[in-house]
Structure formats: structure tokens, C-alpha cells
């Protein structure tokens, strides 16, 4: 091999950049899926999986409905009317902010502007 | 010579592009497409490879028996010796940056020409070999084996490619055509292909000193003709040292300086600014050769002719070489002789000018100096007493060789010593010029009369700029600093732009220089009238 | 063409199948890691095949004035004389694509009025240079965006980045420009092979579909993100078992989310075996990565060959007598070469 150094030295930059996914983590122990706490109240507009996936749409939509259409009402996939409202619905369940929302929002960065309007519930700073 | 179509019959005619893949279409070697076969007797005197009698337009070139091995053993030999080979293999991505920028391409509109299928031609083989996919898919990923019909076609392609680098300033990665064609030829030259044009002026150089096999008496014969020729014009006799030892300066300018017009002018250029000067320096018919024409056959056959001049500097005692005005001389010189036959001998010292005490430190290895930094370095300090008004009947442009452009880095220095000498002067569009420059279209080899019409394609970008230049400024002179340029550019500029003739930058110096004891000067280096004859006069007779 | 396409739709559809039918760990946790070994594998054994010929010649490209007399000035940039100079010209080489900047477009008029004949003009053409720019540097952010998948707490330079990218705040989840500018990009350099006539002479099946691949993983990607949805929480956590080389099963996570990652996994084995290693092969440029310093410092070829060439006695022997008539200075006078044979 010619210009070994050199060539080295690239060789070990491009193992160290690529590989960083798996050295990034470095000593920062085993990672658990957060687990959320469920309210009492078994009973949600949708179903659990359809939420995970979709309620950061869903609540863009509600506040569209509400706010720019002056429409408050939401027919769920079952048929049952609910209040479009996050105070009022969402959050007369998901009253633990920290506990619910933040679980899954800050392992995966997420960064809703829910609360640039809305006043951040009790619990949290 | 086939008469030439009329440059407006010329672009219409370029054919379209073919409507088969690349892979599928073959070149026709019909007469004006290809150059003419080295001769045997040549190639058995420079103990080539198997030298053999054979014709471009026949179907079968009387290769070796196991042609097929021979050139795969040599391609592989060419990647273990070439990293640049195998990089320029490996990582093209085909984006089509290079596709426009040859004058090859832009002049004959054949797909061949972009340098990308250029290098594709040979990249199809080295997939073939060199990678699993290319083995097991063939064709579908433009792999394909060796057969007779290749090499014909790398043949013709690789002597449609001046070397002259355009391509590799513009690709996002450098790959080199330039690297490319040298090494396809070389790998050409291993089954016994090769040019006459090329080889001929390579036996003369390995045997008398020069391309154009002149022998050391007819050498010293014709450089005593041009000193008689500058007395004449001048008034005072060059000195013309040859072969002297113990002269600081050994000089060396390509051969074609001395034999051919216009080239000879500039010759006289060099002896009348050397005289003026009193330059410690000696001519050699040994090392009488600056250009390299082994550069365009081989790696090897280039150390080979360049070796001679280190070692007649050192027989001679010389401290440094000064190199004439010559373009693919000076990409030898700047980016391969030093390691080829260097490290330079011990009598030869880093250069410095014996007139201004500059040091060429961007020489300091190599030892040697291009005579347009020496000029320059002059005229910067007022060492040369220069009447530019003698060439006022010249409207100058200045045509940047593609060697020095894009191999040294040459654009400058000749453009400040232009700049003094004359006082007309334009550039050319921005494109075509400095490190951008179209080079004359018959470099490395090809500026041979049974290729003209190809010639005159591969020229246009060139000749399009200057007839531009010529129109817009009425620039009836180019200027520059290459052997080869001086022999093919007048061709090019009686095409595309009559009226434009060329010389080397030195000849233009001279014309401006006052010497010391020189008498009235009437006439300039090619014994044309001067300008401002009659205004001057009785001024001249007042004076004197 | 057609071809790299139906390769790469293949390729998606088996991923989505497999993932139905249960293969999930299959194409979320065996190929991967393969891939990953390949392409690390593959691009060091790569770069080791390089290396192992050498730079026989210093040949950089004198992108414009040297470096030679004092009032002369350098293009630093372009034709730099020392290492640092060097390091400069790759750094505008490898993040700004400094030669594909340079690009202009030729055009032949046949017949120009004002030239009274055929005429060449050059026109800029940035477009080229633009988009893969674009192209790059949204890759290289939609991938670095990636990490909040890889780290956990999540890295603020991430967050940052991620709110840079998001901050036209339309929709929910928030859209990144860089994937969309990813989509627009590789749309134009696939556009560009299909209508340019030269470019797509000159295309190969193997430039189709490294296209088609990406295309792929950022149609999958954008999908996934703003369409089709998948329980990231849950792919945060197979993902995590990934890294810490301890998976966790595949379970409920959406059959996009494979595709996906099986994408992903054939451009990284694809990878070391392409014209993608022009990414690593930039460094190795001989025409870019040397200084212009060619006459001031020796370069050494390991292979040079022995000199063989006309020595001068040799010439001498050759020419002897013609030298002596022309009253050349010779190292062997003719006089002591007749006396010595007379002698004899």
C-alpha cells in the first residue's frame, strides 16, 4: 500500500463517521421503550393503534375544524359525537402531561407547538 | 488532402447522434479518420513491441497471434502501476460535465467523443474483469470483452484525444482523459499499434538529438542561417554557442523552432534577446530536442528522450536549463521529468536570473526555467529596453497552449511580456482562455496533413474565438508559447479566420527589443516592414 | 433504465411482503446488519485497492496561474503550491463541488448573422452544480436527522437541525424541507439523464438505479412520515436494539418501515461496488489532491525504470566526424580516433 498514512487515516475517519450510530450511544446503558401511563378511563375517540399513528394529524384537523370552520363537533369511525376540544376532551383523560405526551415526545424528539397557544397543563414547567 | 468543406458545411454536416447504444456502433475507418501506421522499420529501431506492416482501413491489422492476453496482462500491469487508473475506472458517475467541453466532440458531434465514453471505452473492459456484476450481466451494465472491433475502436478513439486536459478541469473528481489516452495508447503500442507521426519523430530523438532527425552539422547549419538572417535585420551577429562547456545556462527549445516557419522566428528571438544580453549559455545538438514525443507513445519512451537533458547539462557543467516556447515539452518538464531522470545531476544549481538575482524558486528542484518567467522577470526589471511600437502593425491575441495552461499554470508570465512588447492586445472570450483554453486540436501527435478535415473540427472552439476576436477587435495576430501550436494553428486560423497569423512570444520580444549597436531597423524578424516607417524617418535622420 | 426500476421495485415489494408474512427481523435485523458490514467492508477494501498502486506521477490540475515570480499572483485556490493550499482546494472540491461550478454549456449556432458563419457561445450552466449540491447536502441532513432513531436522550445538535428543517411548521408531523429538496433533487438528476440527449446516451443502467434506490428510500421515507404512519415509538425502540446489537422483535411496527430499511440496506451493499464510491475516491483524485509545486519538489516514482537512452558518447560515436567538420567541440577528438585505428 502507497501513502499508507494517509490512506489510514481516511480509512479510520470513514469507519469512526459511519459507525457512529452505534458508538454515539456510548454508555448510556440499555434503552427502554418509555412507558406511558394510561389513564383509568378505557374509553378513547379511536382506537389505540389508529392514535399512536395519526393523533398529530387528527389534532391539526380539530383545530382547523374549530378554530378557521367554527365546526366543534367530530363523528368518530364508530359513530360516536365528541367535542372537538383538547382541554376539554383530550386532556379531561390525558391529564398527566409528563407522564403521557412527554414519554414518547422527547425520545423521539418530537416538539409539538400545542402549547405556543395553549397553556402547558399543570405538572410541567 | 481531400479538399475541406467550408466551415458552415462543416458544422451542418456533423451527423446526428446514432440511434444505437454505444455499445452496438463501430467506427469506420474510411481515409481522413485515421492517421497512417507507424512504419516497421521504425518500430523495430525503437525495439517496440511487435513491429509489424499493417493498414487502419483493413480488416484485419495483423495483430499477434495472443493479442488478446498481451493487452489484458498490460491493462492489469497499467492498474497496479496507475492508482489514477484505476480511481478514474472506478468512480465517473457519468453526470455528462465533461461531455461538451472537448473540441473533439463539439467538432465531429460523435458520442465517442465526449471524454466520459472516451474513458467508457476502456471502462467497459475493466468491467468486465474487475467486477462481479459486470461478469455475470455483461452488456446490460456496459461490460463487454475484448475483441478485434474493440481495439480498433480504442484505436481511433485514443487518437482523436489531444491530451489536453480540458475535461479533467471541469469533472466534479479530476479524472484525467488526458491519463487515460496515454495509458490506452500505451497499451496499443504493446501489440504493435502506433502512429507514424508519432513514431518517426520519437526514432529521430532517440537517434540524432531531434524529432525531425536533423544531424549535428545541418543543425548548426541552419541555426548559423537564422544568425545571418538576424544580422541582417538587426545589425549585429548572435552569438551561436554549441556544445560549450562550462556556460552557466544550457538552453533548450523544441526542434521545431530552429526548422519551421513560423516557428524559426521565434528561433531568431531567442538568439537576438540572448546576444542583447550576453546570456553564459550554450546550444546543444545532443539535447536539441525540448519537445517530447514519447509522451504521446509511452511513459517509459517519454523518460527515454527526456533523459537527454539533464545529462548534457551535467557533461556540460551547466548550472540550470532554460526551455523555450513549447507546450507538451513543458508538461514533461513541470509534472514528469524530475521523476523520471531526476534527482537533478550536482553540478546544477536552483536557478537564478544573472540579470535580476531572482531566485526561480518554484523551480528549485526540476532546474529549470521557462523562458516566458525569464522574460518576464526582465521586463519587470527594466532590463530590457522595449520599443513595442514595432509592433504596432499587430493587433495581438494570446492563445494559452493547453500543456502550459492546464499542466503548469502558465497564464501570466506570457501575458505580462506580451503586454509590453505589443501595444494591441486582446483576449479572447473567457471560456476559451487562460486555465478554460481549447488547445489547437492537433496536439499530442496529430497534426498530421492525411487528418485535416478532422483537424479543422477538433480547432473549431479555437478558431471560432479567435475569428471572434478578429472581428470584434481586427486581431490579425496569435501569439503562443507551443511548438506545435505554431505548426497547426496557421492552418486553423487560414480556416476559420483568415488573415490571423501566428507566432511565438519571443519573436514578438525581439521585434521590440533595442539592442545595443544595432542599426536602423526597418524590417521585423520576418522581414516585413516595420509600422510608422515613414513617420519616423525624418525624426530618425534629426536624431542621428 | 426500465430495469434499475423494476429492480428497485422489486426489491421494495419482496421487503413489504416478507414483513407481512412475518419475515420482519429478517429484513429489519439480518440485513441490515449485513449491509452494514458490507459497505464498511466494501469501501475499506475499496479504498486498500487504491492504495495499493501508487501515484506514479504528480499530475494535479493547474486549475489557473502558478506559483512563480513574486509579482506574478497565484490562484491560491485553484493551483495551490503547498499541502495547506491543497487541503484548501479539496475542502471547495469535496463540500462546494468547485469543478462542476465551473460548468458552462456549449451551443453551435450554424449559421450566426452577426458572425457571418457557424459560431460557438458558451452559456453559465449552474444547474447541474445546484442540484447536486441539493441533493448531498439534504442527504446528508435527512440522515443525520436519523440520529434521533439511533441516540437516546436525542442530541441537541439534532433538535436543532430538526427545527431548522421543520420551520415552515406546516403540517403535522412538522415537513421537512431537506425531504422534500431530497425528492425534487434526485427527481431533476433522474430528469436530467432522461431528457438531455447526451446524458442519456451516455447513461448506464448502473446510474439508473443507485437514482431509483434513493428515490425509493425518500418515497418510503416521506410515506412513512406523512402517510402511511407507523408507531415510531415502537420503531425508536427496534431501532435502539439494533444499535445496542441486542434487537427486539419486529412486532407492530408498520410493513413500510422495511421497506424502508431494506432500501436502505441495498444502497449500503450496493454501495462499495459502484460509482457511489466516488464519495471516498474524491480524496484519492491525483489531479486535485497534489500541489503544483511539481518543479520545486521531486516526486518519486516507486517503479521508475532504469534510464535507457542515446548517451552522449554513444551520440558522439554516431555523429563524430559530421561534428568535427561542423567544428563542434567533441569529448573524443576525431584526430585520436584515426591515429588510434592508423595506430592499430
Known amino acids: 500500500m502507497y501513502n499508507s498514512k494517509a490512506v489510514i487515516a481516511g480509512i479510520v475517519a470513514f469507519l469512526v463517521i459511519c459507525t457512529s450510530p452505534f458508538w454515539a450511544n456510548f454508555g448510556s446503558g440499555d434503552y427502554k421503550k ?26 391539526n384537523e380539530w383545530r382547523d375544524q374549530a378554530l378557521r370552520h367554527d365546526n366543534r363537533q367530530y363523528v368518530s369511525s364508530t359513530g360516536k359525537k365528541w367535542e372537538i376540544s383538547l382541554q376539554n376532551t383530550c386532556m379531561k383523560c390525558h391529564n398527566d402531561y409528563e407522564q403521557f405526551c412527554d414519554k414518547c415526545h422527547v425520545t423521539n424528539n418530537v416538539d409539538p407547538y400545542c402549547w405556543t397557544c395553549h397553556i402547558l397543563p399543570k405538572g410541567s414547567k | 488532402m481531400a479538399k475541406l468543406p467550408t466551415p458552415q458545411e462543416l458544422v451542418a454536416n456533423r451527423p446526428a447522434f446514432p440511434a444505437e447504444a454505444w455499445l452496438e456502433t463501430k467506427p469506420k475507418f474510411v481515409p481522413g479518420s485515421y492517421c497512417y501506421p507507424a512504419k516497421k522499420e521504425t518500430m523495430e529501431a525503437l525495439h517496440m513491441p511487435h513491429p509489424h506492416e499493417w493498414d487502419p482501413a483493413a480488416d484485419d491489422w495483423q495483430l499477434p497471434e495472443n493479442w488478446e492476453k498481451i493487452l489484458c496482462d498490460a491493462f492489469e500491469d497499467r492498474l497496479k502501476k496507475h492508482r489514477s487508473l484505476k480511481l478514474f475506472m472506478d468512480i465517473c458517475v457519468r453526470c455528462g460535465a465533461c461531455a461538451d467541453k472537448c473540441q473533439f466532440f463539439l467538432g465531429t458531434n460523435d458520442p465517442k467523443n465526449m471524454p466520459v465514453l472516451r474513458a467508457e471505452l476502456l471502462r467497459s473492459l475493466y468491467r468486465r474483469d474487475y467486477s462481479m456484476l459486470g461478469k455475470i450481466l455483461g452488456k446490460k451494465i456496459g461490460a463487454r470483452s475484448w ?70 552539422h545541418s543543425y548548426v547549419e541552419i541555426v548559423e542561417m537564422l544568425a545571418d538572417d538576424c544580422e541582417d535585420i538587426v545589425g549585429v551577429r548572435p552569438k551561436t554557442p554549441f556544445n560549450e562547456r562550462g556556460h552557466e545556462i544550457l538552453f533548450i527549445c523544441p526542434s521545431g523552432d530552429v526548422f519551421a516557419d513560423p516557428g524559426i522566428y521565434t528561433f531568431m528571438g531567442y538568439l537576438i534577446l540572448f546576444n542583447e544580453l550576453d546570456l553564459d549559455y550554450t546550444l546543444s545538438t545532443y539535447a536539441s530536442e525540448g519537445g517530447n ?17 539533464y545529462e548534457e547539462a551535467q557533461r556540460l557543467g551547466c548550472k540550470w536549463i532554460l526551455g523555450g516556447e513549447c507546450g507538451h515539452m513543458w508538461r514533461v518538464i513541470n509534472q514528469y521529468m524530475d521523476t523520471y531522470n531526476g534527482p537533478t545531476p550536482s553540478n546544477m544549481t536552483t536557478p537564478v536570473s544573472p540579470y535580476t538575482g531572482t531566485v526561480f524558486k518554484n523551480a528549485a528542484s526540476t532546474k ?70 481549447f488547445c489547437c486540436g492537433a496536439g499530442s501527435g496529430l497534426n498530421t496533413e492525411e487528418i485535416m478535415e478532422l483537424r479543422m473540427r477538433s480547432g473549431m472552439p479555437r478558431g471560432n474565438a479567435l475569428r471572434y476576436v478578429q472581428q470584434k477587435y481586427g486581431v490579425n495576430r496569435m501569439a503562443c508559447c507551443c511548438a506545435i501550436d505554431r505548426a497547426t494553428l496557421p492552418p486553423l486560423a487560414d480556416y476559420w479566420a483568415p488573415g490571423v497569423t501566428i507566432s511565438g512570444l519571443t519573436e514578438l520580444v525581439a521585434n521590440a527589443l533595442v539592442c545595443k549597436g544595432e542599426h536602423k531597423r526597418t524590417v521585423n524578424l520576418r522581414q516585413e516592414d516595420l509600422p510608422h516607417l515613414d513617420e519616423e524617418e525624418p525624426e530618425g535622420n534629426e536624431g542621428e | 433504465m426500465l430495469n434499475s426500476l423494476l429492480v428497485v421495485a422489486l426489491v421494495a415489494i419482496i421487503a413489504w411482503l416478507g414483513a407481512a408474512i412475518g419475515l420482519g427481523s429478517l429484513f429489519g435485523v439480518v440485513l441490515p446488519y449485513v449491509a452494514i458490514v458490507v459497505f464498511l467492508g466494501g469501501v475499506v477494501w475499496r479504498m486498500v485497492w487504491w492504495a495499493k498502486s501508487p501515484v506514479p506521477f504528480a499530475i494535479p490540475t493547474t486549475g489557473g496561474q502558478e506559483k512563480s515570480l513574486d509579482f506574478i499572483k497565484q490562484a491560491q485556490w485553484d493551483c495551490p503550491d503547498t499541502t495547506l493550499g491543497v487541503v484548501k482546494r479539496m475542502f471547495l472540491e469535496v463540500f462546494l463541488f468547485r469543478s462542476l461550478f465551473r460548468n458552462v454549456n456549449a451551443e453551435i449556432k450554424q449559421d450566426d448573422p452577426v458572425n457571418g458563419g457557424p459560431r460557438l457561445i458558451y452559456y453559465s450552466s449552474k444547474w447541474l452544480w445546484v442540484f447536486a449540491l441539493l441533493f448531498h447536502y439534504c442527504f446528508f441532513i435527512v440522515f443525520f436527522r436519523h440520529f434521533r432513531f439511533f441516540v437516546d436522550p436525542v442530541p441537541g445538535c439534532v433538535s436543532f437541525m430538526e427545527m431548522i428543517d421543520g420551520f415552515l411548521q406546516i403540517g403535522a408531523p412538522r415537513f421537512y424541507l431537506t425531504g422534500g429538496l431530497l425528492l425534487v433533487a434526485v427527481l431533476f438528476l433522474i430528469g436530467r439523464r432522461l431528457v438531455n440527449p447526451r446524458v442519456r446516451y451516455i447513461s448506464l443502467t448502473q446510474d439508473y438505479f443507485p437514482l431509483f434506490l434513493i428515490l425509493g428510500i425518500v418515497v418510503s421515507g416521506i410515506a412513512m412520515r406523512y402517510f402511511l404512519k407507523t408507531d415510531i415509538t415502537q420503531v425508536k425502540a427496534f431501532v435502539m436494539g439494533l444499535v445496542h446489537f441486542n ?75 559530421a561534428m568535427a567538420g561542423a567544428n563542434l567541440p567533441l569529448d573524443k577528438p576525431l584526430e585520436a580516433e584515426t591515429k588510434q585505428k592508423s595506430g592499430e
Open chain 3, 247 to 321: 434487537p427486539i422483535s419486529a412486532d407492530g411496527i408498520d410493513p413500510i418501515f422495511f421497506v424502508h430499511v431494506c432500501l436502505v440496506s441495498t444502497l449500503l451493499i450496493y454501495f462499495p461496488f459502484s460509482k457511489l464510491t466516488h464519495m471516498a475516491g474524491i480524496f484519492f483524485s491525483p489531479t486535485r489532491n497534489l500541489p503544483c509545486n511539481t518543479r520545486r519538489v521531486r516526486h518519486v516514482n516507486p517503479w521508475n525504470p532504469p534510464k535507457d537512452f542515446l548517451t552522449y558518447p554513444e551520440y558522439e560515436d554516431l555523429y563524430r566526424e
Open chain 2, 368 to 437: 529549470m526555467v521557462h523562458i516566458a518567467e525569464f522574460e518576464a522577470d526582465l521586463i519587470r526589471h527594466n532590463k530590457l529596453k522595449l520599443d513595442p511600437s514595432r509592433n504596432d502593425d499587430l493587433i495581438c491575441t494570446w492563445h494559452d497552449s493547453c500543456n502550459p495552461a492546464r499542466g503548469m499554470g502558465l497564464l501570466d508570465e506570457p501575458r505580462y511580456v506580451l503586454k509590453h512588447v505589443v501595444n494591441h492586445f486582446y483576449e479572447m472570450p473567457e471560456n476559451t482562455i487562460r486555465e478554460q483554453t
Open chain 2, 293 to 309: 514525443f514519447g509522451s504521446f507513445v509511452s511513459f517509459n519512451m517519454a523518460k527515454k528522450l527526456n533523459a537527454k537533458m
Open chain 2, 147 to 216: 475483441d478485434y472491433q474493440t481495439v480498433k475502436e480504442l484505436f481511433f478513439y485514443a487518437y482523436q484525444c489531444t491530451e489536453c486536459r480540458r475535461c479533467s478541469l471541469f469533472c466534479p473528481y479530476g479524472i484525467d482523459t488526458a491519463e487515460i489516452t496515454a495509458i490506452v495508447r500505451e497499451l496499443l503500442h504493446e501489440v504493435g499499434l502506433g502512429l507514424h507521426w508519432i513514431m518517426d519523430p520519437v526514432k529521430n530523438c532517440s537517434y540524432t538529438g531531434n524529432h525531425l532527425g536533423i544531424k549535428p
Open chain 1, 34 to 59: 418509555p412507558e406511558v401511563v394510561l389513564p383509568k378511563k378505557p374509553e378513547c375517540i379511536e382506537s389505540a393503534e389508529f392514535m399512536r399513528a395519526e393523533h398529530m394529524q387528527l389534532l
